[in-house]
């Protein structure tokens, strides 16, 4: 019983450890390599945007572009081809543009597909509201850390009779462990000073309950953090009145879809939300969570700024916080301007002319 | 009319005691029991004695015992003919006898009023939430919720008109739930087509009887294929019955997105019941909080009123600064219902009339006014109005 809570403290240090450090074997040179999957409709565009500007900012990235359009493998199961799988395992961090999901392809979501080959079980959105970018909400400065595995997204649905579907939610103590871990890692890491579960245990006993439980665990190990427990409507009743209150959210699946979809509300919607997905081994998947937007693809009207938010997690992920910093600057001041900006950001530039001015930022920061 | 109304007391005793034992099946049973499906909808009790109607009161926690004694002060003061008869629940014991009591007192009344039952979720996951207890056994299986910006309250968004129908039943919350294996839970959430139809009836006909152009079916049917996938299917059954009402969809996330963004796009919605905890919460805060929003929860046979987002307000109880507006809303909306629609104009008027002057906000709308000032003020109006009032 002592030995258990011992091993699981070890592990978790080595853990939290493996989230700090980057990975030691793709160091060579002070470059650190990155896998990049452009995607599908503006995915490609974008991407050349964010290396452009990467480049601008000589970050010490060297890009590996890969494709994960879905393959059937050896057993007749559909997997992403090797040679993404090999290089995401070699890099282990990785930054994904918009991907399709085809209709009757066959094949399961791509962004299925990838999260369960790399256990992508942590959803980090930090959702800060961009300064020239009005929307009716400012100062919003919050971060919203979904467990990504299981919950009501099992998948597991049955018809117990005709007529009457159930559908089932499934809480594990292993996965609540590990997402309030993550999430309690996470704020340490980032000096935020709260974080908030949000369930629905008056309803969900036992099942938001034991998440609750889990929760309240892993608080006792970091009682430099503050913790609290807030019901899931109380959460969007306050949000949409003062989203300043909230700090560090963690929650099961299917509040987390929702609420962090709400938070991606407050800033300016999906076109600017960065976000991040946490697997275990070390492995870290950075995306845009916008469509594909296969009306504007190839036409260089694109806004690459998720993708660009979502590459400044990864940097700063990997510890390379300067460059991150220069280039969220630049981003941000870019916006604030308001002289060159895309389409969807109230502006008839071009992507092209955006990320230019961006890189023109980030030169002149140096 | 006297077997018919026989029939109607007779299903109002087998339901309650059968409901909660037998399931679905007495839902079936039941129906075979009463009068035709054609009846309007919330047929309300008949007065019982005198023109004069008896009212369920359940407190609750929290706020719930101060806000009701305020309802009970204006109609007395306006001389409203309905009596409440009080039944406490006291949620801090393990035993159900309590809100048996209340749910038989509903039964006899038909009608009630209730504040938020307080789920203390550190007792045993077999005592569960007696509000829900409270909606299953009735079967009020619609809660209905009209979001609408008042002048008086400063908010983001202007001109919001939102009707949010609310599957109260089943989905999420048929709080059934297992320990499969150790550290692992699995709680089962259950979509039928009986109560997905019921509650997509509901919507169309309430909006086409309140005139409204569109309605949005939430959901998640994109993940869940089945469950959510038979309650959109429902919807559009429904919805090809009314063709002068739109129907469109929406999945829940993108719905949330929208509405902080673009709230004016929505007319109403219906959706089952944990979207529905949701979406009408992020509504209640678009138009100001929980403090001004009323909530109603439809049965076949009964109707239960009590604030729209069901908070119990422990952080404000006691302290004479909890905003009435809701519950006196709901308690307009009950009036509505027993058909006294005069009376639930007049206190209905002066709640809105007080809304306007900022100066008597509570402190949930940013302001310093105390819950005694703003019904003596609503008190007030009404007496101006010259109708026959008690006195102060």
């Known amino acids: ?366 | 009319m006297a077997a018919h109304s026989a029939a109607l007391s007779f299903s109002k005793i087998i339901n309650p005691l059968w409901g909660r034992h037998l399931g679905n099946t007495v839902k079936v049973f039941g129906t075979t029991l009463t009068s035709n499906r054609n009846k309007t909808f919330n047929c309300p009790p008949p007065a019982k004695y005198g023109g004069r109607h008896t009212v369920t009161l359940i407190p609750g926690d929290g706020i719930g015992p101060e806000l009701l004694n305020h309802v009970r002060e204006v109609f007395r003061f306006s001389c409203v003919p309905v009596d409440f008869e009080v039944v406490n629940v006291n949620s801090a014991l393990e035993a159900e006898d309590d809100i048996n009591n209340a749910i038989t007192a509903i039964c006899r009344n038909g009608v009630a009023l209730k504040g938020n039952i307080e789920t203390n979720h550190t007792m045993p996951p077999s005592v569960k939430s007696r509000n829900n207890l409270l909606r299953t056994s009735l079967d009020l299986y619609a809660n209905v919720m009209h979001c609408q910006s008042l002048p008086g309250v400063q908010t983001r968004h202007k001109n919001i008109d939102i009707m949010i129908i609310r599957e109260n039943t089943e989905g999420e919350y048929s709080s059934l739930e297992h320990e499969s294996v150790s550290g692992v839970v699995e709680s089962l959430k259950i979509i039928t087509r009986n109560n997905s139809l019921r509650i997509a009836e509901y919507a169309f006909q309430l909006a086409r009887e309140k005139g409204r152009r569109r309605v949005t079916a939430v959901h998640k049917a994109n993940i869940m294929k089945l469950a959510d996938g038979l309650f959109l299917q429902c919807c559009r059954e429904v919805a090809s019955g009314f063709p002068d009402i739109t129907f469109d969809s929406m999945i829940v996330d993108n719905t949330t997105m929208q509405l902080v963004s673009k709230p004016h796009q929505f007319d109403v919605m219906v959706m089952p019941n944990l979207y529905g905890n949701v979406v009408s919460n992020v509504c209640a805060g678009l138009v100001g909080g929980p403090g001004l929003v009323p909530g109603a929860n439809y049965g076949r046979d009964y109707a239960v009123f009590e604030t729209a987002t069901r908070n119990t307000g422990k952080s404000v109880a006691g302290k004479n600064i909890a905003n009435p507006t809701a519950m006196l809303l709901a308690s307009c909306m009950m009036l509505d219902h027993l058909k006294l629609y005069d009376y639930a104009s007049l206190i209905r008027n002066a709640v809105l009339t007080t809304m306007n002057e900022t100066r008597l906000h509570t402190a949930d709308l940013g302001g310093q006014g105390t819950t005694s000032e703003v019904v003596q003020s609503i008190m007030r109006i009404i007496q101006s109005k010259g109708q026959l009032t008690a006195e102060f």
Not at chain 1, 24 to 43: A, K, Y
Not at chain 1, 267 to 292: C, M, R
Request: net charge neutral.
């Open chain 1, 1 to 366: 019983m002592v030995a258990g809570s011992v091993l699981r403290s070890l592990v978790s240090q080595v853990m939290g450890g493996a989230l700090r450090r980057p990975a030691l074997s793709s160091f060579s040179r002070g470059m650190q390599t990155v896998t990049l999957i452009p995607g599908d409709g503006i995915g490609p565009e974008i991407s050349a945007a964010v290396v452009k500007i990467f480049e601008a900012a000589k970050a010490p990235i060297r890009w590996e572009e890969r494709n994960v359009t879905a393959i059937k493998g050896p057993g007749g199961r559909w997997m992403i081809p090797p040679d993404a799988k090999e290089s995401m395992d070699r890099s282990k961090i990785g930054l994904k543009g918009p991907l399709k999901t085809p209709i009757a392809a066959g094949h399961p979501s791509m962004n299925l597909l990838l999260r369960k080959t790399f256990d992508l079980y942590a959803n980090v959105r930090p959702c800060v509201s961009i300064e020239g970018y009005k929307t009716p909400y400012t100062d919003v400065d919050l971060v919203t850390i979904r467990e990504n595995t299981e919950g009501e997204y099992s998948g597991i649905e049955h018809v117990i009779v005709d007529g009457v579907v159930q559908s089932i939610k499934l809480i594990t103590e292993n996965a609540s462990r590990r997402i309030a871990e993550y999430a309690f890692e996470y704020a340490r890491n980032n000096q935020r000073s709260s974080v908030t579960a949000v369930h629905k245990a008056n309803i969900m006993r036992m099942s938001d309950g034991l998440f609750l439980r889990k929760c309240r665990e892993v608080a006792e190990d970091y009682k430099d953090i503050k913790f609290t427990e807030i019901y899931l409507d109380t959460v969007c009743l306050n949000m949409v009145q003062d989203p300043t209150q909230f700090d560090i959210l963690v929650m099961p699946n299917l509040y987390g879809d929702i609420l962090s979809d709400l938070c991606a509300g407050l800033i300016g919607g999906l076109g600017v939300t960065p976000s991040g997905n946490i697997g275990a081994n070390g492995v870290a998947i950075f995306e845009s969570v916008h469509g594909t937007a296969p009306d504007i693809a190839g036409m260089d009207l694109a806004n690459p700024t998720a993708l660009l938010l979502s590459a400044v997690m990864m940097l700063r992920h990997m510890g390379l916080h300067e460059h991150a910093s220069k280039i969220q600057t630049a981003c941000f001041d870019t916006i604030k301007e308001k002289k060159v900006l895309t389409k969807d950001l109230g502006g008839s530039s071009k992507c092209s002319e955006f990320t230019a001015e961006i890189c023109r930022r980030v030169q002149d920061l140096d």
